[in-house]
């Protein structure tokens, strides 16, 4: 096979092919005139070079592939060597990602600390942090109202309704288990680099999930020991939402996903529209004996409402009769 029909058919330039001969991981056979003739071997070879370095592999790093397929494996990575050359990139890329951690947050301490220099006294920005192009938020959303719409949840047993749950699991709402559950509702959870519904800031009590999340992340143990047996976060997210946002927040307890809005249905919750999309209103509820013990509603601010809900489990010792 000719240099130009193995390039063309491997999909590299020939120049790529000149410098992988060069430096020895595709060796050509010599014909008495003089041309390159090329092993059908050689294929698989450039291939293999080529995918492995649109991964980041160095052209050098790919040999014990190359040499592996020379020695008539069917794969690249079937040799011991191959293997050890996976693990090598990967310890790299490892301790690559650390390093970059630490300059990404070096950086973002920066940039609030500049950002906080900016601000006269006396003003303090919204907890939410700071906006794409680096200056505070400074506008604190409106405060919810109570409509009483939760009113009537005090005393009314929970549905026998059935939701998918992070882990990978389902949590039987009827089934929940002895002790008290924390079952927080939520509008939405946002993703970084992901717009939130249009108008959002300005909507009363839809702000603040992440910071809701984190605040029962942080007082978690404290919760379980005042008595919650388990605390659960509820929103209409879809499962593969949740999961995303169990392992960027690290949440210590399990998200359920309620994107046909049963428990709504079922309990009469709470919802608003925002963007062309129908959300839950924040609100949590205390279950025990699988009842609705007490409601908290509305919830505000999102950021402190788990020492909210911690204050009550300590004043409200559950009842063993």
């Known amino acids: 096979m000719r240099a130009g029909e193995l390039a063309r058919v491997a999909e590299v330039t020939v120049r ?116 794409l192009d680096g200056r505070p938020v400074r506008c604190d959303p409106p405060i919810p109202s109570d409509d009483g719409t939760a009113d009537r949840l005090a005393g009314v047993r929970l549905p026998n309704v059935t939701l998918p749950a992070s882990d990978g699991s389902t949590v039987a709402l009827t089934a929940l288990g002895a002790g008290r559950t924390v079952l927080y509702v939520y509008p939405l959870t946002g993703r970084p680099g992901v717009d939130l519904p249009e108008g959002w800031d300005t909507i009363p009590g839809a702000r603040g999930c992440t910071a809701e999340a984190c605040g029962f992340r942080d007082h978690h143990e404290e919760l379980v020991g005042a008595g919650a047996a388990r605390v659960y976060g509820l929103s209409s997210q879809p499962g593969h939402y949740q999961r995303e946002v169990v392992d960027r927040l690290r949440l210590p307890f399990t998200m359920l996903a309620d994107p046909e809005f049963a428990v709504r249905d079922a309990l009469r919750l709470p919802t608003f529209p925002a963007g062309g999309l129908t959300l839950y209103r924040r609100l949590t509820m205390i279950v025990s004996r699988g009842v609705i013990e007490h409601v908290f509603y509305p919830v505000y601010p999102p950021a402190q409402h788990a020492f909210e809900v911690l204050d009550w489990l300590r004043t409200h010792p559950e009842s063993t009769e």
Request: glycine share 8%; with cysteine.
């Open 16 to 131: 790529a092919l000149r410098y992988y001969e060069k430096v020895g991981l595709v060796v050509p056979v010599r014909l008495p005139n003089g041309y390159r003739d090329y092993d059908p071997v050689a294929v698989r070879q450039v291939r293999e070079i080529r995918e492995l370095t649109s991964l980041g592999l160095s052209v050098e790093e790919t040999r014990p592939f190359v040499e592996c397929l020379a020695s008539g494996h069917g794969s690249g990575d079937e040799c011991p060597a191959s293997l050890a050359a996976y693990r090598h990139a990967i310890d790299e890329l490892s301790v690559r990602i650390v390093r970059l951690t630490q300059r990404r947050d070096a950086l973002a301490g920066h940039l609030r600390a500049a950002a906080e220099r900016s601000i006269p006294k006396g003003v303090q920005p919204f907890s939410a942090g700071y906006g």
